[in-house]
């Protein structure tokens, strides 16, 4: 009789012990799941990141800043357009 009862009681253990290990290896699992989800969005900003530091760099070339003016019909001023203004007491007289 004390033997079947030490028997049920290492018997209801053991389901125990697997049942707390199934369930640290399924929290495991989510956790790895989210890791990975944010690994991924991590590399999607840095590439969002790099491209707009393409597109913004692009947009500070002289050159192409300047055709898009002339394009819009800008032109370089003329010599009675640029006025040289000085303010009292600054440190560039």
């Known amino acids: 009789m004390l033997s079947r009862a030490l028997m049920y009681a290492t018997l209801g253990l053991l389901a125990l012990c697997?049942?707390?290990q199934v369930s640290r290896?399924?929290?495991i699992a989510g956790r790895t799941r989210h890791i990975?989800?944010?690994h991924a969005?991590?590399?999607e900003a840095d590439n969002d990141r790099t491209n707009l530091e393409?597109?913004?760099s692009a947009r500070e070339d002289l050159q192409r800043i300047r055709e898009e003016a002339f394009a819009m019909g800008m032109d370089y001023p003329a010599e009675g357009q640029v006025r040289v203004v000085a303010l009292s007491g600054s440190a560039a007289q």
């Open 18 to 20: 697997l049942f707390l």
């Open 54 to 56: 393409l597109r913004l």
């Open 36 to 38: 990975n989800t944010l």
């Open 25 to 27: 290896y399924a929290a």
């Open 41 to 43: 969005l991590i590399k």
